[in-house]
């Protein structure tokens, strides 16, 4: 099989899931909304930088769900998803998933963002393959920790990896789509990396390697 590798976050969406459940926990007044704000923003330049502790910011997202009612959190992930992911729909990234299936290709996203978050976007856009940073849960909920390898920088490569190998799949053919410069090691894995409205680390990196730059929000 051929497969379409997506990253999600201003990529597929016009905006971070993460940092923006980070900013939605705040207005809902469901966090100190003065500590909680500083620390979100501080992890998300953080990331931009590419010098990001995703341990350490995993566990500051995943902390908040430690200790709560499943239906609860069910309940915050679906006014969530109402309120604010629904406003980060781009129809041509839709256009963009339909085109590899139509193709006969198999969809996949890969993601840092954690699974809690991510499972019900990748589901809405009908990507059938999702591989995001794992929140650990156990019987009786999540812990606020992180699974296994978190998936992002090297860890996406890695957990890629991991899959073909569980898969007996390999990436002949495949395609990888991203926006950020800290997926640098993935795009240059795949057969067929894009640049998608790059930042400017990645849009030097692309131009000097001849890879193709598409935007998914000029439309917008």
């Keep these: 099989m ?29 966090v100190d909304a003065a500590a909680y704000q500083a620390a979100n923003d501080r992890f998300y330049q953080d990331y931009l930088d590419g010098t990001l502790d995703i341990i350490a910011y995993q566990e500051f997202v995943l902390g908040e769900l430690a200790g709560r009612p499943l239906e609860q959190l069910h309940a915050w992930r679906e006014q969530y998803m109402k309120e604010v992911i629904q406003g980060l729909w781009l129809p041509a990234a839709e256009a963009l998933l339909q085109k590899h299936r139509d193709q006969g290709h198999t969809l996949m996203i890969i993601t840092a963002t954690n699974d809690f978050i991510t499972a019900p976007i990748a589901e809405r856009l009908g990507v059938p393959h999702l591989l995001a940073t794992r929140a650990e849960m156990t019987s009786q909920g999540y812990t606020g920790r992180v699974a296994g390898i978190p998936c992002y920088q090297d ?6 990896h991991q899959w073909l190998e569980e898969h007996d799949e390999s990436l002949d053919g495949s395609w990888f789509y991203s926006d950020s410069h800290n997926d640098l090691p993935l795009l240059g894995e795949v057969a067929h990396p894009v640049a998608v409205d790059p930042d400017d680390k990645l849009a030097a990196a692309a131009r000097e390697r001849d890879w193709p730059i598409i935007s998914l929000r000029r439309s917008q």
Excluded at 9 to 20: E, M
Excluded at 155 to 160: I, P, Q, W, Y
């Design 155 to 160: 860890g996406k490569v890695k957990r890629l």
């Design 2 to 30: 051929t497969l379409a590798i997506f990253d999600l976050d201003n990529t597929l969406i016009a905006g971070d899931s993460d940092h923006q459940w980070g900013e939605w926990l705040v207005s809902q007044s469901l």
